[in-house]
């Protein structure tokens, strides 16, 4: 099977470039590294799980990452999708830490955090059920034979104590702790022992599952309230980090610590493309890296073998994202 991706999501990466590259008040940065780091800390706790799903046998099942979907009327993101002989499993992942209770008879979730606040999270049994029956409906609008799914929440943090005095059956049925993942996962499969999909419908429900996906591409300057001043040019030295980098004699020259390097305008790049546009003109590539050179850029763009439409001075590259 296709090996999965553990690519961060699009729109994280650009949350990732805009905090590298804003240069706004100190909090307003502090806010939004808070929010990359929420993110991040959720993406370590799927990988916690992909650990454990390694345990699997890997030629009977097939799993998809961060897969966003459209059931026709609504987008929903599923952490984890695991294709096996006889059923999907689609796991939510919740990587929370601390004294977690579970309040079924109000649907919902509260943390305990160290310094005594209390927190509301939504709850996860509802959230999962949703996303089972957008699943469901995503199937059935585009006319695919019943496909039996089972649905299981994973909290993948080891740092995780769960208060399950309020919680239902329903709750235990459908989550568990992280360290049984591949007990549970293996009974939800031996539910389904007759054979549904044969290995080249495995492999065609994943590539339409894969094809499917609608990334989440955000406007970061209206969703995070920033503007496009406070983003600073230039090339970053892949060395000591700082921006500012200077072409010369065909390379890239960092004045601050002299290290060189002929590439360094790649990263830069691809930061253009996750927080303006996904191409660029040879007069917006010289200001954003600070080149003054028509022909250097011209020939820096091309040598990177980027698809261009247009010609002369109106030639649009088109920018890896």
């Known amino acids: 099977m296709k090996k999965p991706s553990d690519e961060l999501p699009y729109h994280v990466r650009q949350l990732q470039a805009l905090v590298a590259r804003f240069t706004g008040p100190a909090k307003k940065k502090e806010e939004l590294q808070q929010q990359l780091n929420y993110y991040l800390t959720g993406h370590r706790g799927e990988r916690e799980v992909d650990y454990h799903l390694s345990y699997m046998p890997r030629d009977d099942i097939a799993i998809i990452k ?10 929903f993101e599923l952490d984890r999708i695991v294709i096996t002989p006889g059923t999907l499993l689609m796991l939510e992942v919740k990587h929370i830490s601390g004294i977690v209770k579970i309040h079924s008879k109000l649907h919902q979730m509260t943390r305990k955090t160290p310094t005594g606040e209390l927190q509301r999270f939504s709850d996860p049994v509802t959230q999962a059920e949703r996303h089972y029956k957008q699943l469901q409906e995503w199937f059935r609008y585009r006319k695919w034979p019943s496909v039996p799914v089972e649905k299981q929440i994973i909290f993948s943090s080891p740092n995780v104590i769960l208060d399950v005095e309020d919680a239902d059956e329903n709750f235990f049925k459908n989550a568990c702790l992280i360290e049984r993942v591949p007990q549970r996962l293996t009974a939800l499969t031996q539910k389904h022992p007759q054979q549904v999909f044969t290995r080249s419908q495995m492999i065609r429900m994943e590539k339409n599952l894969n094809d499917a996906h609608e990334k989440l591409v955000q406007n970061v300057f209206e969703v995070y309230h920033v503007l ?26 960092c004045p601050i610590c002299h290290h ?26 010289r200001a954003f890296l600070r ?14 073998n980027l698809p261009a439409t247009g010609s002369t001075k109106g030639t649009l590259y088109h920018l890896p994202t």
Request: glycine share 6%; aromatic share 6%.
């Open 66 to 75: 961060n897969l966003r979907l459209n059931d026709g009327l609504h987008h």
């Open 228 to 253: 496009p001043n406070q983003i600073v040019t230039g090339v970053q030295c892949p060395k000591c980090e700082r921006y500012g980098m200077i072409w010369k004699m065909g390379q890239w020259h």
């Open 260 to 285: 060189r390097s002929k590439t360094a305008h790649a990263e830069a790049l691809k930061h253009y493309a996750l927080l303006f546009k996904s191409t660029i003109t040879n007069q917006e590539c």
């Open 291 to 304: 080149i003054a050179s028509e022909s250097v850029t011209r020939k820096m763009l091309q040598k990177m």
